[in-house]
């Protein structure tokens, strides 16, 4: 691939998703959150997505931003206008993140998740996720944000610690592509969740907690407090929460930066 020519998103191939799913195409913006929660506060449904080709203040978990070159990753948002329970809104991340990593494992990738919603190739991250609550007129509504590395070379990764789709297997997918699938993927999967009430959640955490790379490691936790938890990753609670084993018993995490501890760095 030419880098300096990265192909554009095929516009008419994915309007060809509608009615199901409505896409945006942006040629730039600075966050695809930011545009999905402002179209969510104006009325817009359940299935409306926003594809940016170049975003350049991406944001992340605690705040962070990133940037990447135009037309080298897939950052899109969805918006959703959830039925379920809010005790069980915590599980949209990590079906999201579960769902991109299936998709990937699908197209020929070792691809996992690590709790609660990073799709790591290996121990390198390959896409981040973030989730909103948006408040409307109409009742809350989600944002569903992924930022997905496809054609990033070593020098263009925001981190060292990630990893792209070209530089896992050398060639770059087609972005259309892998877009339709991802979101054809993630509208099914939660379609189903929402439908499935007790019964599909409990089906969720099982298979999420098969393909959770993070189930049984050594992982440190840095807390919102400030203070570190560290122990083995036993399982997920059926509120979608870290169970870790530590010296003093379990305790259970809603939210925290997950590190994945190597045997040499105990």
């Not at 300096?4 to 966050?31: I, K, N, Y």
């Not at 990738?109 to 390198?124: F, R, T």
């Not at 592509?177 to 019964?199: C, K, T």
């Not at 509120?239 to 760095?265: F, K, N, P, Y």
């Amino acid at each position: 691939m030419d880098l300096s020519r990265r192909p554009a998103l095929d516009r008419p191939a994915l309007a060809a998703l509608a009615p199901d799913l409505q896409v945006e195409v942006l040629d730039t913006t600075t966050s695809t959150n930011a545009v999905a929660a402002e179209r969510a506060r104006a009325g817009a449904p359940e299935g409306l997505v926003v594809v940016a080709e170049h975003q350049t203040a991406g944001r992340g978990r605690l705040n962070r931003t990133w940037e990447t070159p135009a037309r080298s990753a897939l950052t899109f948002s969805l918006v959703l206008r959830p039925e379920v329970a809010p005790a069980d809104w915590p599980w949209l991340p990590l079906l999201t993140g579960h769902v991109v990593a299936k998709t990937l494992r699908a197209a020929g990738y070792d691809a996992g998740v690590k709790w609660p919603n990073d799709v790591l190739l290996g121990d390198q991250k390959i896409a981040g996720i973030l989730l909103e609550r948006v408040e409307t007129d109409t009742g809350p509504a989600a944002v569903v944000g992924v930022g997905l590395n496809v054609s990033l070379t070593a020098e263009e990764l925001p981190v060292p610690t990630g990893t792209s789709l070209l530089l896992a297997s050398g060639a770059a997918p087609d972005r259309t592509a892998l877009l339709v699938s991802l979101l054809g993927s993630l509208r099914e999967a939660y379609d189903a969740w929402q439908a499935g009430g007790p019964d599909a959640t409990a089906r969720l955490r099982s298979s999420y907690v098969a393909a959770c790379v993070t189930i049984g490691r050594e992982v440190r936790v840095e807390m919102p407090s400030g203070e570190p938890l560290t122990g083995r990753a036993a399982g997920v609670d059926a509120s979608g929460r870290l169970v870790v084993a530590g010296a003093t018993g379990e305790t259970v995490v809603g939210a925290g930066d997950v590190v994945h501890v190597r045997a040499t760095d105990q």
